[in-house]
């Protein structure tokens, strides 16, 4: 993960999303709950990557000791969502290079192998209707409709191969891919070729030609991560 640099995208007062909830009466009382929170505060994009999370403002805002805290923002540091920096404190995380790299390289193992996997009577209706959001936010230009459809569609075809397991190792892996698109432009050009694209994979593999679509899946993944390395901010020496 990069570090972050002093004074950037850092947060120490109330964080909005976050403490709107608890005002709101719907304090969490646990580690897994206040983890919940976090979690969809980054996700939706209301904590950016880079944002500092101060203990005692977060604390005091869902009226919760700073152990429970600490127990919420290990549950996320293992999930590579937020990274704790050495005398500098707890932060949103931002995937480098090298950790995109990554994340493509286990994709390309594990979706591809997925299509493989036989079928089963309504599995190809969830992906259709992913395909179709997918193509329908691309025809409206609303780039979170297609970046949802997107994410959704790659984590159904996780699940074809049925593990939960697996289907874990998917979420964590998109949940870091998230804060990768919440550092870039929000460009509706560079995400419609993704609902595309999904879609002619779908059609490969609902015409029975697995081996095929899990090939052309097998090179999607391989230039969306030279296109997402590329739109990606520039890494600054040392991070």
Do not use: H, S, T, Y
């Given at each position: 993960?990069?570090?972050?640099e002093p004074g950037q995208s850092q947060s120490s007062g109330p964080l909005?999303?976050?403490?709107?909830s608890a005002a709101n009466g719907t304090h969490a009382h646990t580690g897994s709950a206040v983890a919940q929170k976090l979690r969809a505060a980054i996700m939706d994009g209301?904590?950016?990557?880079?944002?500092k999370l101060s203990e005692q403002s977060l604390g005091e805002a869902l009226g919760v000791s700073r152990n429970t805290l600490r127990e919420?923002?290990?549950a996320l540091g293992a999930e590579r969502i937020i990274t704790r920096i050495p005398n500098r404190g707890v932060f949103v995380a931002k995937p480098s290079f090298a950790d995109v790299q990554e994340m493509y390289r286990i994709r390309r193992v594990l979706e591809p192998?997925?299509?493989l996997q036989d079928r089963r009577p309504g599995d190809g209706q969830p992906l259709a209707e992913a395909v179709r959001q997918?193509?329908?936010a691309r025809d409206r230009l609303e780039v979170a409709g297609m970046a949802a459809a997107n994410q959704r569609f790659h984590a159904l075809v996780v699940a074809l191969a049925q593990s939960s397991r697996l289907d874990a190792l998917m979420a964590h892996?998109?949940?870091e891919m998230r804060l990768v698109f919440h550092a870039m432009a929000d460009e509706p050009s560079f995400h419609a070729p993704f609902s595309t694209q999904n879609a002619q994979i779908f059609s490969l593999w609902n015409e029975g030609q697995g081996a095929?679509?899990?090939?052309?899946l097998g090179h999607y993944l391989e230039a969306a991560q030279t296109q997402v390395l590329a739109a990606m901010p520039a890494e600054r020496a040392g991070s």
């Open positions: 993960m990069n570090v972050v909005p999303g976050v403490v709107d209301r904590l950016r990557p880079g944002a919420a923002f290990a192998a997925a299509l997918g193509l329908a892996i998109q949940a095929l679509a899990a090939a052309e």
